[in-house]
Every structure is written in C-alpha cells, then in structure tokens.
C-alpha cells in the first residue's frame, strides 16, 4: 500500500502536488489556513485536519507548501515534531534553508529542502520534465523517494539542506538573466516594422544554439584554461560592445539590462590584455566572486 503522508498548504502548487498523491493512491491528510480550498481534495479522499499541529500529527511524513519562510515558521510552531519526516518545499534562501534544517532536526524530526523546478501545471504530468531538487537527509530521502517523485522528477543534491535552493536559485537566476535579453531585444524592434512574432521564432533558436556556452563555461571553469579553442575571443568582443550599446541609442531603447555584463566584459580585459584577450566570456565570473 501507499505511503500516508500530510500536505501543509493548498496553494496553486500545493492543490496540484495534492492532485497527484491522491491520483496516485497516496493516503493524504491536508490543512490549509483558509478551510474553504480543501473541499475539492475532500471531495476526491483526502483528510482535512483542523489545524497544522492535528495534520502534522496526523502521519510521519510532511510536506510543506506554504507562501514564504514566515508562515511555515507559524505553521510548525505548535506542532510536534518528534519523529517526523519534514520535507520543506517552499523556496527559500540556501541559508535559510540550512537554518531551518537545524531547527526542524533540534525538534526531534528528519529534514529534506527541496527546490520545484516547475509551475503548477507541470505537476503530476510526467512527459513535462518537471522535478524537484532535494537536499537534507538521506536516508529521509531514500525512504520516501518513491513517495515524493509521484508529483515530479526527483534530484537529490545532498546531504547539505542548502543545496536545493541554492541549485534553485541559480537555475533561477539564469533563466532570469535569459529573460533581461530578451526583453532588450523586443524593446530594440518594438514599434519597427518587425513584428515580434515573426522575430520570436529567430530568438528562440537562437538562444537554444546558444546554449552549448554553459558545457563550455563549465569544462573551462574545472580546467582553468580559459583561452583554448576560443571561437569569439574577448578582445574581439568588448570591440562589439559599442555597436550594441549605439544600437540601443539609436532605437530610444534603454541599456541598463545589458550595460552590466558589457561592463564586467570591459573591466576583464582592462585588467590585463594582453593576457585576457585571448579568453572566452568565463573570466567574468571570476569578477562576480565578491
Ligand atoms: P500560493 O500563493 O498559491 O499559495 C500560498 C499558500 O500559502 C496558500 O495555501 C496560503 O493559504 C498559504 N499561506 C500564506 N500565508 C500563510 C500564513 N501566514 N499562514 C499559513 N498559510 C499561509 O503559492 P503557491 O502554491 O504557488 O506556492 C507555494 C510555494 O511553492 C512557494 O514557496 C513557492 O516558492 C513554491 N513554488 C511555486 C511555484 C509556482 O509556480 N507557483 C514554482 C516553484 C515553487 P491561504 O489559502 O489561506 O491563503
């Protein structure tokens, strides 16, 4: 039979993580703040507890899906914990997430951090390629794998709660940085005759070719040559930045996305060209580490 477990928070992604245990035969035992978002889950099986202490205390594995840190600080406050399993998957800083590792084990509980890497819909719908990031304790982990890979994929990252969030976030951030460029790049034909759905096929391609860079940052940062086959050197680079940054004058277009990156392009090969050069893009991130 199927591991019973207990659901904290019946949000957007909270309803469709609760979807998928019900649909796959999960006894489940939910609470949310406001009782009213629990009559649909009620209605397909699962256990409405009155309050988060009765859910907790309900089964040992618990799964929180609340708003931010804060309330699942008000959430767990009364409960006891002793004994239990508690998987946090509210997204949260590495630190944070440490943090409340600590306080959750002081408690008497096992601890697991995990990072969605999906929106709601995704959830429970295998062929999206949805999964979570875990990190925290193992053999939490490997007891209710099975259970916690009903709503998505499952990445275990490690035995440090942090890392979960911390690959979160930085994906996060990438995808963040992706969305600063194109934007840019609509604003820069925005009100032309190009109509932006005939460029949005030409964008996406062109980042999806783009993307062979991140295997290429990451051979270069573990080798420590940044210069080796370089297909568009520094040098040559930074000579571009002013074309870039003339376009976007011309086109009343503001460079403050992009400015930045040019800038930290600029200061690594100020810094010493004749050495740098010759590089690819990677000794920025060099210039990030503060
Ligand atoms: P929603 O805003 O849809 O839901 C928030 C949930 O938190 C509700 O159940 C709400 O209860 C509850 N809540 C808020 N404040 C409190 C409080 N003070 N005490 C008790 N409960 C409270 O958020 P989502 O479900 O979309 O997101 C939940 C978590 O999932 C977040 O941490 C988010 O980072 C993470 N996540 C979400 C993704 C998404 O695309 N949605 C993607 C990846 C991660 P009530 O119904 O009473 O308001």
């Known amino acids: 039979s ?22 796959a035969g999960h006894p489940l035992t939910v609470w949310n703040r406001t009782a009213a ?28 899906c609340l708003l931010d840190d804060a309330s699942v600080e008000e959430a767990l406050a009364g409960a006891d ?11 949260s800083t590495p630190g944070t997430a440490r ?10 509980a096992r601890y697991l951090d995990g990072g969605i ?30 259970t ?14 942090s890392f979960a969030a911390l690959h979160d976030v930085a994906l996060l951030s990438a995808m963040y940085g992706m969305f600063a460029g194109v934007a840019h790049a609509f604003a820069l034909v925005r009100d032309e005759s190009v109509d932006p759905r005939a460029l949005a096929p030409l964008l996406s391609s062109w980042l999806v070719a783009m993307t062979g860079s991140v295997e290429a940052t ?6 420590g040559d940044y210069t080796g086959d370089v297909v568009s050197d520094l040098a040559m680079q930074v000579a571009g930045v002013p ?25 690594r090969l100020a810094a010493d060209p004749a050495r740098h050069g010759g590089e690819d893009l990677t000794g920025v991130i060099d210039l990030l580490r503060v």
Do not use: C
């Open 81 to 91: 914990l002793t004994g239990k399993d508690v998987v946090n998957l509210v997204t």
């Open 243 to 267: 074309t870039f940054l003339r376009t976007a004058e011309e086109r009343g277009v503001s460079t403050e996305l992009l400015s930045p990156y040019f800038e930290l392009m600029q200061r």
């Open 148 to 161: 916690l890979a009903a709503p998505a994929g499952t990445r275990y990252v490690g035995e440090d709660a």
């Open 2 to 23: 199927k591991t019973p477990l207990t659901l904290l928070g019946l949000g957007a992604m909270g309803a469709a993580l609760a979807g998928s245990w019900l649909a």
């Open 218 to 223: 990451a051979g270069r940062l573990a080798s």
């Open 99 to 108: 943090a409340r590792a600590a306080l959750v084990t002081a408690r008497g």
């Open 37 to 64: 978002r629990s009559g649909a889950l009620a209605a397909r099986g699962a256990a409405v507890a009155a309050t988060a202490a009765e859910a907790v205390a309900a089964n040992r594995l618990v799964v929180v």
């Open 117 to 146: 890497m999906a929106v709601p819909p995704m959830i429970g719908v295998p062929q999206a390629g949805p999964y979570v990031f875990y990190s925290g304790s193992r053999e939490l982990f490997e007891e209710h794998g099975a």
